[in-house]
């Protein structure tokens, strides 16, 4: 069994709120460790913006990411999403750095994927 603790960043352009998916988000990032608790790996993968057009200005400073950057180097949710899961493995436990992380990575899921279940 691996431990895997993951990590996002979101984008909430308050001016123009997607009710359906407000938190859009824009990387990935996570490490992997195994059953004796050694490091065996990371991920980190930019997202390309699809609900958001602007960067709120409070994230682009805490994160160091521009819209620009996420246009030119991230790629769209689903794949990003797909090379996640490839990354989980099969048998892990998740835990994420944020408190909204799960709840953020959910509706976005949700989003794309309209009433699927995310496990």
Known sequence: MNYIVFDLEWNRYVREVNWKCPDEIIQIGAVKYNSRLQYIGSFNCLVRPQLYCKMEPTVEK?????????????????????????FLGKKFVLMSWGMQDASVL?????????DAKIY
């Open 62 to 86: 805490m994160t160091g990411l521009s819209m620009k950057k996420l246009e030119k180097e991230g790629v769209p949710f689903p794949d990003a999403f797909h090379a996640f899961k490839k």
């Open 106 to 114: 959910r509706s976005n899921y949700r989003g794309y994927y309209s």
